[in-house]
């Protein structure tokens, strides 16, 4: 079983490379066949709501079994700034389970 980790991101504004995680389970990559991930982030005093600032889906890098995942976020999400609450929810056989949460803080950066 996955437990879910606890993971803050910290990413500068504009910065529109995807977010590429490695996923494991008991120190080995996890197999992403047949799953499904999605990553919601939301302003912390709308949490329990369904106002997110974006959710996007994630797609496997290379092979499914090398368990690296990528979000891909367009300009609009990546113009975001300021502290948000993320979780990753993965949907395996139609079961969904929370497996990162954490703050998504994006930093002003100087390059506009």
Do not use: W
């Amino acid at each position: 079983m996955i437990m879910p980790t606890k993971l803050e991101i910290k990413r500068f504004r504009g910065d529109t490379y995807g977010l590429t995680l490695r996923l494991t389970q008991n120190s080995m990559p996890l197999d992403l066949t047949g799953k499904t991930f999605k990553l919601s982030a939301i302003m912390p005093a709308k949490k329990g709501t369904s106002d997110y600032a974006f959710q996007v889906d994630g797609t496997a890098v290379g092979s499914p079994a090398a368990g690296i995942i990528d979000f891909a976020l367009t300009d609009q999400m990546a113009a975001s700034t300021g502290v948000f609450d993320y979780d990753v929810q993965m949907t395996d056989s139609g079961k969904k389970r929370t497996i990162l949460y954490g703050q998504l803080i994006f930093v002003q950066d100087v390059t506009q």
